[in-house]
């Protein structure tokens, strides 16, 4: 009967549909498929959560989605898909805002990992942008800080420590 067979425009509508199995559908994974092996890579390279960008694009770090995360968390996937662009487009640049949402230990381990990448040349440039109260005193040779004030480069305050109390004798 007609109602069963297909026309050569049904056939071709499907094979253009962004449905599982049709052709963008498919060039679709084959471009996420290094995309995500990149995340995975990074994740592993960090100890943070896998990121994962599903053929609908949606954002997804060990299964949660990117708006349920909490805001460091989304920095960090951001970090990661930033740095899977940088690496897959041959740009080898990144620029990371927002590094004020990790607290003390993540910034380490962003900086860390930074290094990591600048060391075994997967990267040639991050720009890491926050507002902070003073720099880290202890910084790899790999990464280079400039402080702005006022809109002015200029040096970084020294670092405030509360006076101790003495111990009652």
């Known amino acids: 009967t007609m109602a ?19 052709i963008p559908s498919e060039i679709m994974q084959d471009a996420l498929g290094p995309f995500n092996d990149r995340l995975r890579q990074s994740a592993l390279d960090t100890d943070w959560g896998q990121v994962q960008v599903g053929a609908d694009m949606e954002v997804r770090v060990n299964g949660r989605a990117f708006h349920l995360l909490s805001e460091s968390e989304q920095w960090q996937a951001s970090a990661h898909i930033a740095e899977a662009v ?5 740009d080898r640049l ?7 949402v990790l607290d003390d230990i993540g910034r380490g381990e962003a900086l860390g990992w930074l290094d990591v990448l600048a ?4 990267i040639d440039t991050a720009i ?11 910084l790899p040779a790999t990464i280079q800080t400039l402080w702005l004030e006022g809109g002015e480069p200029g040096e970084a305050p020294a670092v405030e420590r509360p006076a101790r109390e003495a111990a009652p004798a």
């Not at 990144?94 to 004020?100: A, G, Q, T």
């Open 86 to 90: 940088a690496h897959l487009s041959g």
């Open 119 to 122: 060391t075994s040349d997967e």
């Open 4 to 22: 069963r067979r297909s026309s050569p425009m049904t056939l071709s509508a499907r094979a253009l549909s962004p449905e599982p199995g049709g």
């Open 128 to 138: 890491v942008l926050g507002t902070l109260r003073t720099l880290s005193k202890s």
């Open 94 to 100: 990144m620029v990371l805002d927002r590094f004020d």
